[in-house]
């Protein structure tokens, strides 16, 4: 059985520069459900909360796109549905309860209802990841976009503007954590709050590490992008660290400069 026609395609692409140094991603892009599974029993206010998606990582990750002019993917559906960014074989790839937020149409799933959500939802966005890398021409960065929220249920307060995770790519997370490091107050998580080195890190171990990609995952604290003028900021920002991570000129990839 396929999407319901009126279902949103389960992920959006742009083609970019094939010669563009950085490709991005972006796994929890939206908060959409497929007609199929209803509302899986939350509130539309909870489905909208850091617990259906990332909230402000998809107006990021579209001005960072946008500003490389980078082949990029984003995801159609939300993680609760099923976790993009995770292995399907994981119990987390679907949740039952969410920060202490209870799923009732995730209970109890049958092998078939599991194996609708991959086919469908989760393999047509990793193939189409595969397409655009396949398309382009030796990336220097595979750029995965999301946001945390500042205080999990019951936890400590996350205090960092932006956090990192990445395992196999010292040499561009490095001089990426130093370079926004270097904006007055900001402070960065070094594999904080999620390590690139745990299950969280499907998408990257899928695709960039076989490739010999250098990787960096971002997490970037939820209320400070949540506004038009807040996700304009920290794009300008990372933006910026990655430009000086991979060397380049201010402004010469975006004005169309080969280097």
Known sequence: MTLAAGDPPPFESRPGRAASPVVFVCDHASHALPARLGDLGISEAKLRDHIGWDPGAADVFEL????????????????????CNRDPEDPTSILEESDGVAVPG??????????WRR??????????IEDMLDGCLAPRAFVSVHSFTPRL???????????TFWNESEGLARPFMAALAAEDGVLVGDNLPYSGRSRRGY???RHAEPRGIPHIGL??????????????????????????????????????GQH
């Open 119 to 128: 086919d469908v939802l989760f393999e047509p966005y990793h193939a189409a």
């Open 203 to 205: 998408t990257t171990r």
């Open 106 to 115: 995730n209970r109890g799933l049958d092998a078939a209802a599991r194996a």
């Open 64 to 83: 960072l796109a946008a500003r490389f002019d980078a082949p990029a993917v984003r995801s159609g559906y939300s993680r609760l549905a099923i976790d």
């Open 219 to 256: 997490e970037i604290r939820n209320d400070l992008i949540r506004d038009e003028a807040g996700a304009a900021l920290w794009a300008r920002r990372i933006g910026d660290a990655l430009e000086a991570a991979l060397g380049l000129g201010r402004h010469a990839e975006r004005d169309g």
């Open 153 to 163: 249920a019951g936890g400590e307060p996350r205090p960092w503007h932006v956090g």
